[in-house]
């Protein structure tokens, strides 16, 4: 993984399957990596070990990075996010508010490099859920000037 990234380990999960000489442990991780510059990715990877399933999952995180587009430290509109049970609402907020949201979805904003958001959580509480939530809620802003192209109209340069 490149240095430039930010990543946060969200869960690491520990699995434990029953064989003859006692239980055999294993472990899961999700982690968030972005470029704290509009681009955020999530993974998860499964080992006999912590550390190499960590590394697993940063290195499928830096592979599924989605563009996000930021505006002033924030996102450009407000926007929901699903994903399975969780739901997500991504609000944009002023200078200065900070990130409002829980452990998950406050990894996915600081990785990302939103520094100015109000966050609410629907549904259930699991962190991988809420991260895949927040992602697709991401993967879905736009900025003024894309819609405007996409539908064909001019903006007003003056407001």
Known sequence: MPGDLL??????????????GGRRFSF???????????????????ANEVPPSV????????????????????????????????????????AGTGIIAGQAVRACCEACGVHDILTKSFGTNNPVTLVKATIDAMSKLRTREEVAALRGVELETAR
Do not use: E, N
Not at 61 to 71: E, G, I, Y
């Open 28 to 46: 899961a991780a999700m982690v968030v990596v972005g470029d704290g510059k509009g681009k955020v990715g999530w993974g998860y990877g499964k």
């Open 55 to 94: 590394s697993k999952a940063q290195k499928q995180a830096s592979r599924s990075m989605v563009d996000v587009p930021l505006v002033q430290g924030t996102i450009p509109h407000q926007i929901w996010g699903h994903f399975g049970a969780a739901k997500v609402v991504l609000i944009p907020a002023g």
């Open 7 to 20: 990543d946060r380990v969200v869960k690491i999960k520990r699995c434990a399957a029953v064989v003859k």
